[in-house]
């Protein structure tokens, strides 16, 4: 099984830097992803890791630490859009019969302020 | 272009009821899944489908039934609603059934059982 923890909510300043993060302990391991789910709205893919170090993207940034079992996801130059909920999901690997099943975190609230 | 479409957007239903989701992707891909996000927020695999097949199938109670009539399809059939079954339910499609595939996301069904 896998246990996967995030801070609940974070409150950070527009233009800031904000690093949210994630920290896993499975039976298995292939991968972990980011996803922003704004309220109300699907949640969208942000990055992927299955390598250690840090993938950066645009303003997203994510890093992977295999051996710590943990993950960050950095925020730079925040805007009030960026104001949603981050989730940590990972992936168990190759399952009998196949699947990519991915087990999300409870997510990370995020609000940007002036 | 819609990529993962779901109908209906919100479904108002009473205890006891059968109802039905459908899912849709334009994307041409081989995966698609089913996930339950309950009023925590916290989001759930419940059905994997790869090419029609089941792949995943969680600890999901036998009223719910899904059902690939082909690959873009894959709908979400719920038989004696309860109480319990009020949540936002997203359809997901993905290239393949391979871990590094990131997963487009529908923009989900809120059902509320009375």
């Known amino acids: 099984g896998q246990n996967i923890d995030q801070p609940t909510e974070m409150t950070a300043t527009e233009g800031a830097i904000v690093q949210i993060n994630c920290t896993y302990q499975?039976?298995?391991?292939?991968?972990l992803f980011w996803y922003q789910q704004h309220a109300g709205e699907a949640p969208t893919f942000l990055s992927y890791?299955?390598?250690?170090g840090l993938e950066e993207k645009g303003r997203f940034s994510s890093f992977l630490s295999r051996s710590k079992g943990y993950s960050y996801l950095l925020l730079k130059e925040l805007q009030m859009k960026d104001s949603a909920s981050y989730l940590c999901?990972?992936?168990?690997?190759?399952?009998?019969?196949?699947?990519?099943?991915?087990?999300f975190g409870t997510g990370t609230q995020l609000k940007v302020e002036l | 272009d819609t990529a993962v479409s779901q109908t209906p957007k919100y479904l108002v239903t009473q205890m006891g009821n059968d109802k039905s989701i459908k899912c849709e992707q334009n994307?041409?891909?081989?995966?698609m899944y089913w996930y339950k996000q309950d009023s925590k927020k916290f989001l759930k695999i419940m059905f994997s489908?790869?090419?029609?097949?089941?792949?995943i199938n969680e600890t999901v109670p036998n009223r719910f039934s899904p059902k690939s009539p082909d690959k873009a399809h894959l709908n979400l059939h719920i038989n004696s609603l309860e109480l319990g079954d009020s949540a936002v339910y997203f359809c997901?499609?993905?290239?393949?059934?391979?871990?590094?595939?990131?997963?487009?996301f529908g923009p989900g069904t809120r059902l509320t059982v009375t």
């Open positions: 997901a499609s993905s290239l393949g059934p391979t871990n590094s595939y990131e997963q487009y």
């Open positions: 499975t039976s298995g391991f292939n991968g």
């Open positions: 999901a990972v992936t168990e690997g190759w399952l009998t019969g196949g699947g990519n099943k991915l087990t």
């Open positions: 890791n299955v390598l250690d």
């Open positions: 994307l041409g891909h081989d995966t």
């Open positions: 489908y790869n090419n029609k097949e089941l792949i």
